[in-house]
């Protein structure tokens, strides 16, 4: 089972980019069994889907998110990342990376970050 | 994009009540529907995937119906463990999926 561990700054200041990585240990990224995803969760509400990426680089995002996201994937060093442009305080939130199925366990989740708190604010 | 709603938002229950959470769907997802359970301050963690399928080492006092677009969570007996968040995440249209917004789960 995969180990996946977020890292990047916990304070944005409005209008500027978000930038987060999401390590992967224990397995290779470089299979198409699995596409890599990141999620996050405002504080009190649920779980919002922000994009995938396959281990080719091939994107697909939220059409909610989709004018402001930016994933990508660097199997050499096992790592994917994620840029959120023009942040407000409605981006603050517990962002996850996770792992999903793409044969077998069709979108299921199966090895989460811990996650990590991002907070918009001057 | 499909809309996952879920219901009720927020549930209180004593130990020993059996539970029922629904998520609706906007559009018929087959069976392409997970269950997830989330303690606070964690990473959720898999249920139920397919509608149905009880993951390894989930106690089977857990148990997930439906398909198309109406399911249910049930949890027959409730323990103080299982007081926690429950999402609900539609994967028909994997990798973009949704999540419903989540139900708390509280001791009454």
């Known amino acids: 089972q995969s180990q996946l561990q977020e890292s990047g700054p916990g304070l944005v200041k409005p209008s500027e980019t978000l930038s987060l990585t999401c390590t992967v240990s224990?397995?290779?990224?470089?299979?198409?069994?699995?596409?890599w995803a990141w999620i996050r969760q405002p504080p009190g509400k649920g779980l919002e889907w922000i994009g995938s990426?396959?281990?080719?680089?091939?994107?697909y995002y939220s059409p909610s998110l989709k004018s402001r996201v930016t994933m990508n994937v660097d199997t050499s060093k096992n790592l994917f990342s994620l840029r959120l442009r023009s942040v407000t305080a409605a981006d603050t939130a517990v962002y996850y990376c996770?792992?999903?199925?793409?044969?077998?366990?069709?979108?299921?989740?199966?090895?989460w970050g811990q996650g990590t708190l991002v907070t918009v604010s001057s | 994009d499909i809309q996952m709603t879920q219901s009720p938002s927020s549930l209180s229950a004593s130990v020993g009540d059996r539970v029922t959470i629904t998520c609706r769907a906007s559009q018929n997802i087959y069976s392409y529907l997970n269950w997830y359970q989330q303690i606070p301050g964690k990473a959720p963690k898999l249920l139920i995937s397919a509608a149905s399928v009880l993951q390894s080492g989930v106690p089977s006092r857990f148990s997930g119906r439906g398909s198309g677009t109406d399911f249910t969570l049930t949890i027959s007996s409730l323990q103080p463990e299982d007081f926690a968040s429950y999402h609900c995440?539609?994967?028909?249209?994997?990798?973009?999926?949704?999540f419903g917004q989540g139900t708390k789960l509280e001791i009454k």
């Open positions: 995440q539609q994967t028909y249209t994997n990798p973009l999926n949704t």
């Open positions: 990426i396959s281990y080719t680089g091939t994107t």
């Open positions: 996770a792992r999903v199925g793409a044969s077998l366990f069709w979108g299921v989740c199966d090895s």
């Open positions: 224990g397995g290779s990224m470089n299979t198409s069994s699995y596409y």
